[in-house]
Every structure is written in structure tokens, then in C-alpha cells.
Antibody
Framework: EVQLVESGGGSVQPGGSLRLSCAAS????????MHWVRRVPGKGLVWVSR????????TYADAVKGRFTISRDNAKNTLYLQMNSLRVEDTAVYYC??????????????WGQGILVTVTS | QSALTQPPSASGSPGQSVTISCTGT?????????VSWYQHHPGKAPKLMIY???MRPSGVPDRFSGSKSGNTASLTVSALRAEDEADYYC??????????FGTGTEVTVV
């Protein structure tokens, strides 16, 4: 059974940092792209970042570019999101999601339960 | 990277059908057949319902169907059931390994 379990969330002041982790199990982690997606309270889902299966390629939404870094440790089956220079508008539930593959890596076939990040003074 | 536009809400009676639209641009929905749809019950993990416009993953009932015309994709839920009440989001590939989600639609079974 595919499982994705996020951790590392919490409350932080503006300008602070947090590192989220996503422990993966039940599949060959090193064979899949992975993503971070967030949901702002009362609003919708927003794609945050993506990393290739070997970690060599990453992309970011404009809103987090230069502040967030996605990475992975395939030996530990773990995905990370380092979040620096946090802003109030980064407050959200953060989900890790696995990319499914068909013609390409263009959809998210398994998701974690999400972890809350609150940025407040 | 503007969000795809979805109606905020949609509703139907049990047994009826509801269709949700997802409007993007020629740079995302209109340019790629990589639209997917997700069902999200609050507090739970989102669930993939449709990928590549109209493909259904194993285990998703055939009451769920997807289509696309131009810059607008649609999800239709037929024979509505109480458990279909949830938030629904579309997503599209937007080129250069970027992705975009829709604004979300709350489906109510009345």
C-alpha cells in the first residue's frame, strides 16, 4: 500500500524557516517524480514544487522561487521541502504527492494527509 | 501561473448528474491533454479521479468522466451519491515541468 506521511510542520514567525519531510513507503520511491502542493485555509490547492526521480531536476511556483528548496533522499525514501524567509501568505496545509506516469509525469496519483504550517507573529 | 477557473459550487440531487468546468488558457489546458481531477474531503488526502483528460484510475467508478474542448475541461459526476459530496479540483500541466490547479468546486448533494 502506498503511504506518504508528512512531518515537520508547525508555527513560525515571518522570516523564519521550517523543513518539511515526507516519508514514503509501499512503492519504489526512486522511480517517481514527487511534488509539494499546498492548500491555503478557505482556498484551493496550489502547486508548489516538483523534483525528478533522481533529484537532478527541480521546478518551483513563482510564489516560492528563491525561498523554498525541494530535495529527496532516495536511500531514505524521503522527500523534503526547506522553507526559508517564510511569509504570512505561506500559511497552508502542505501535501506531498507522488507523480503517476502514463504518457508523462503529469498527474498526482497518491497524496499524503497534509501537515499544517502557520506563519504568524 | 494563474489558477484555472472553476465555479465555486455545484449541486444536484441523488441520482442526478453534475458537471464542473475548468477554464484555463492556451498555455495550459488548451495546449496539453494533461488535465486531471481530484476529489478532496476536508481533512483527508486528495484522491485522483481522472487523469489525461478522460482516463479513470483503477477503482474510480465509471460515474466519473472527463472531457475537454479548447481551453475548458469538464468533470461530470453521474448518478450522484451522498459520498460524492466533496471539493473537486482540476489540474493541468503548464509546460516546462510546471503545474497549475483550479480554484476548486464544492459539490453538494441536496
Amino acid at each position: 500500500e502506498v503511504q506518504l506521511v508528512e512531518s515537520g510542520g508547525g508555527s513560525v514567525q515571518p522570516g523564519g524557516s521550517l523543513r518539511l519531510s515526507c516519508a514514503a513507503s509501499g512503492f519504489t520511491f526512486s522511480g517517481h517524480w514527487m511534488h509539494w502542493v499546498r492548500r491555503v485555509p478557505g482556498k484551493g490547492l496550489v502547486w508548489v514544487s516538483r523534483i525528478s526521480s533522481d533529484g537532478s531536476s527541480t521546478t518551483y511556483a513563482d510564489a516560492v522561487k528563491g525561498r523554498f528548496t525541494i530535495s529527496r533522499d532516495n536511500a531514505k525514501n524521503t522527500l523534503y521541502l526547506q522553507m526559508n524567509s517564510l511569509r504570512v501568505e505561506d500559511t497552508a496545509v502542505y501535501y506531498c504527492a507522488r507523480s503517476g506516469y502514463s504518457i508523462g509525469w503529469h498527474y498526482f496519483d497518491y497524496w499524503g494527509q497534509g501537515i499544517l504550517v502557520t506563519v504568524t507573529s | 501561473q494563474s489558477a484555472l477557473t472553476q465555479p465555486p459550487s455545484a449541486s444536484g440531487s441523488p441520482g442526478q448528474s453534475v458537471t464542473i468546468s475548468c477554464t484555463g488558457t492556451s498555455s495550459d489546458v488548451g495546449d496539453y491533454n494533461y488535465v486531471s481531477w481530484y476529489q478532496h474531503h476536508p481533512g483527508k488526502a486528495p484522491k485522483l479521479m481522472i487523469y489525461e483528460v478522460s482516463m479513470r484510475p483503477s477503482g474510480v467508478p465509471d460515474r466519473f468522466s472527463g472531457s475537454k474542448s479548447g481551453n475548458t475541461a469538464s468533470l461530470t459526476v453521474s448518478a450522484l451519491r451522498a459520498e460524492d459530496e466533496a471539493d473537486y479540483y482540476c489540474s493541468s500541466y503548464a509546460g516546462s515541468n510546471n503545474f497549475v490547479f483550479g480554484t476548486g468546486t464544492e459539490v453538494t448533494v441536496v
